[in-house]
């Protein structure tokens, strides 16, 4: 089934809702606490943190995590596996082992931390989908920030002329990614949803806007006698 304006059920949408609250809470309690021990340094790496997403969105695009998992490797054999310049490789891996997420050997080759390890594709837990729908689409529409605020434009449609589940339906790549992403992401997250509400006291259960399924099928594997209602746009659901 499709849909592309239906805002979702009230029951659906204050479970978001309280999703997204719990994670606000979570991020704002930990952002509070390191600016109550060093507000400088907290806000100075405010300013520095789009360069590490970027950067670990790319090189994990590029599949370098994958590459590493046999062990690690010099700048010189990552750059022929990943088709990046092997000085301009080095230096962004270097800076990036500086913050913890590679790790620098003695003998200068690079190998996994537990935060890049969180990139490969065969990690249960994997943030690969995540961090190239971050690189492809989140990071590059950031910098239509200053339009959107000033003309009340959704992000998406100052950067791109279009709403953007027209501009994904277009753009099938790129809605590709967004899918695996939220996937990925709505993966972590089934187990702490169904513990925290009840499904069970619902004969039907409608997820609008639930891409490839993870939230109803968790919920009607949990729950046998519910039955469920998946809306997407056309090419999700076709798949």
């Not at 400088?40 to 695009?61: C, E, G, M, P, Q």
Request: hydrophobic share 35%; charged share 20%; net charge neutral.
């Amino acid at each position: 089934m499709n849909v592309n304006d239906n805002p979702g059920t009230p029951m659906l949408q204050s479970i978001k809702r309280s999703i997204r609250n719990f994670q606000r809470k979570q991020a704002l309690s930990w952002f509070r606490s390191q600016c109550e021990q060093d507000p400088y340094r907290v806000t100075f790496w405010l300013f520095h943190s789009f360069y590490i997403s970027s950067t670990v969105a790319t090189l994990a695009d590029r599949g370098l995590p994958d590459l590493l998992k046999s062990g690690p490797k010099t700048s010189g054999e990552l750059a022929e596996g990943t088709g990046l310049r092997a000085d301009r490789l080095e230096r962004l891996l270097c800076a990036m082992a500086n913050v913890g997420l590679f790790e620098r050997m003695r003998d200068g080759r690079y190998g996994l931390t537990p935060y890049t390890r969180l990139l490969c594709t065969d990690h249960p837990d994997s943030l690969l989908p995540w961090a190239r729908w971050c690189g492809r689409l989140l990071v590059p529409d950031l910098q239509h920030v200053p339009q959107s605020l000033e003309t009340g434009e959704n992000l998406y449609e100052a950067g791109h002329g279009e709403p953007v589940w027209e501009y994904l339906t277009r753009n099938l790549e790129l809605g590709n990614v967004f899918d695996q992403g939220m996937a990925a992401f709505t993966a972590k997250h089934v187990s702490a949803i169904l513990d925290a509400f009840d499904f069970s006291q619902y004969p039907k259960v409608m997820d609008v806007g639930g891409g490839r399924g993870r939230l109803i099928s968790g919920i009607l594997g949990a729950h046998p006698g519910v039955r469920g209602t998946l809306l997407d746009r056309a090419p999700v659901i076709e798949e």
